[in-house]
């Protein structure tokens, strides 16, 4: 795991030094609807949050690359009860801006567990079951946005789709959670 970080981050790094025109950093935040996907039928979205920081860095005038770094909270609800889980996510994203501002993004993301609770509705009980969920999750993001040229403020609508199923019962289960986030980046 500390391998796979390390190459993505030097990878990061050397895009940054040997190709970027533009470097833009700052900070992102959103709000996730999330729920899961595979064999559960009767789940409705849960919302969360998600909030961190990224850096986009432009390849050439239409391509960037953009690595963040966010604190997710992902899961879902059902009639009784809420599955609260909270993860620490790398999402590395390819974006293309076909016109000036609008752009679509696609790319890989792995999260890291930090904890896994399940909730009554009404609050009253809590159960921690961390140890039943694997510790790292891979999926897919996908979307589009709008970027203000001159202010660096972004909008955007993405949709994670989980490759991996995260319970460790071998439950075909994974995470499916929609994205609305803002983020406003700073040139360097």
């Not at 790094?13 to 900070?27: D, K």
């Not at 999260?111 to 509705?121: C, D, P, R, T, Y």
């Amino acid at each position: 795991m500390k391998n796979l970080f390390k190459v993505l981050l030097l990878v990061c790094l050397t895009t940054l030094s040997v190709t970027a025109q533009t470097v833009s950093i700052g900070p992102k935040v959103g709000l996730n609807l999330a729920n899961y996907s595979g064999a559960v039928t009767n789940d409705r979205s849960l919302a969360g949050i998600q909030a961190g920081g990224l850096v986009e860095i432009q390849l050439i005038d239409l391509v960037s690359i953009q690595p963040e770094l966010l604190f997710s909270v992902q899961g879902a609800s059902f009639e009784n009860v809420k599955d609260v889980y909270n993860y620490v996510n790398l999402p590395i994203m390819g974006k293309i801006y076909p016109i000036e501002g609008l752009y679509g993004e696609i790319g890989p993301q792995i999260g890291f567990l930090l904890s896994a609770n399940e909730k009554a509705i009404d609050n009253t009980n809590r159960a921690q079951f961390t140890q039943q969920i694997k510790t790292v999750d891979f999926g897919l993001n996908f979307g589009a946005g709008y970027k203000l040229p001159d202010l660096g403020l972004a909008f955007g609508l993405r949709y994670y789709a989980g490759l991996s199923n995260f319970p460790r019962n071998n439950s075909r289960i994974k995470h499916g959670i929609f994205q609305l986030y803002t983020s406003w980046a700073f040139e360097l």
